[in-house]
């Protein structure tokens, strides 16, 4: 998941081991260097207009570094909130032993698969914000920074005005965010006691919570209903739930925007056909494998270039166009985070293709058979 900028913090309540920030959150409108946003996934998220409000969990933390004695703690945040990670630090420190020292973590970092590994191995106690567990690990603290704001009346507008109505086909799949898991089970008794039937399912071993879905993984949504209700901001996750589950329709329910619509896929589709036509005569290809702990596809990667005399295998953390350039190659497969090839892919110098579109790609399947690329091992 992605956090989208974050401006302005003052603490809500004062107590000494529990503190609660208000974050105001701006407009954020981002636009592709060539003006258009057609096809580019990192675009279709909304404008922010409400204020959130972020548990940080400090009392959890303090009391992670007192059992382990710890004097080196380590912090991550998502990208969006690592502006935050200065004021956090600051509280810990007023209610935390004086010899413990914070460390900030500068690494990328866009979801529970992408821990700041070479920190985390350096610290007593390392603290990841914004994500659930991938994995359960002793050596790591998550704070999820549960959202407060209010599901119920995006939920009603949703089924006035997407979601078709119960006496017409009750069956309606729930599914939602890490922000928004703790009124989870609320919002099904909401749907229930309006007369629906909800289907929801744990999903796979990525996935921590029931009914939870993340960029890469939609495995929840693999339920017995037609249409799926999605509570959360933006589009980014709903579009991807679309493009995984086509023969679903999606209703997104958006209560940090206040906003309503139905998840589309066309326009990513278009994308990928015209990214594996670009492909098709690619002589030399470029398989990367991506070093991050919970993104490597070993097997694949090692499979594709077994099997192409002309494939070369190229590792990285951070897989970027800049870092790719130098490389003299007609086409690269991505076997890591799926989303920076459906959601990146125009920004390339080359042609940037999943597993999948590689077999089409190279003759091996139909393009016709082409689909969302989805990952589904833990780290």
């Not at 609320?186 to 744990?202: A, N, S």
């Not at 029931?210 to 993984?217: F, R, S, T, Y």
């Not at 996750?237 to 998840?263: C, F, Q, T, W, Y």
């Amino acid at each position: 998941m992605t956090f989208t900028n974050v401006v302005n913090i003052t603490n809500v309540s004062d107590g000494t081991r529990s503190r609660t920030r208000r974050l105001t959150v701006l407009p954020h409108n981002s636009v592709h260097m060539s003006g258009s946003t057609e096809g580019d996934l990192t675009k279709t998220g909304m404008a922010l207009k409400h204020d959130r409000e972020w548990d940080y969990e400090l009392d959890r933390i303090v009391e992670a570094i007192e059992e382990r004695d710890a004097s080196k703690v380590g912090l991550q945040f998502p990208e969006g909130l690592k502006r935050r990670g200065p004021k956090v630090a600051d509280d810990l420190r007023e209610v935390a032993p004086d010899d413990v020292t914070f460390m900030l973590s500068g690494q990328p970092c866009y979801g529970a698969c992408d821990l700041d590994t070479y920190l985390m191995r350096r610290t007593d106690v390392f603290v990841h914000f914004g994500h659930t567990p991938m994995k359960e690990s002793d050596s790591i603290v998550y704070v999820p920074l549960f959202s407060n704001v209010d599901p119920f009346p995006i939920m009603e507008d949703a089924l006035a005005e997407e979601l078709t109505a119960p006496e017409e086909d009750a069956d309606v799949g729930l599914v939602t965010t890490a922000q928004h898991m703790n009124r989870f089970e609320e919002m099904t008794d909401w749907l229930e006691e309006r007369g629906y039937e909800v289907h929801t399912r744990r999903g796979d071993d990525r996935l921590t919570k029931e009914g939870q879905v993340l960029g890469c993984n939609y495995a929840s949504a693999d339920i017995d209903a037609e249409q799926v209700l999605y509570v959360g901001g933006g589009k980014f996750h709903p579009v991807g739930l679309a493009m995984e589950h086509p023969d679903k329709r999606v209703v997104i329910a958006d209560p940090v925007n206040n906003a309503v619509s139905v998840a589309e896929h066309d326009q990513f589709l278009k994308q990928r056909y015209a990214s594996v036509h670009k492909a098709m005569g690619a002589e030399k290809w470029g398989v990367i494998f991506c070093t991050k702990i919970g993104q490597g596809r070993w097997e694949t990667a090692q499979e594709i270039v077994e099997n192409n005399e002309n494939a070369y295998l190229i590792t990285m953390d951070e897989v970027t166009p800049d870092r790719l350039r130098n490389f003299d190659m007609d086409a690269f497969v991505n076997t890591g985070c799926p989303r920076i090839t459906t959601d990146d892919g125009p920004r390339f110098h080359k042609p940037m293709l999943t597993p999948g579109e590689y077999e089409a790609a190279i003759g091996e399947k139909p393009l016709d058979s082409i689909e969302f690329d989805t990952f589904h091992d833990t780290w």
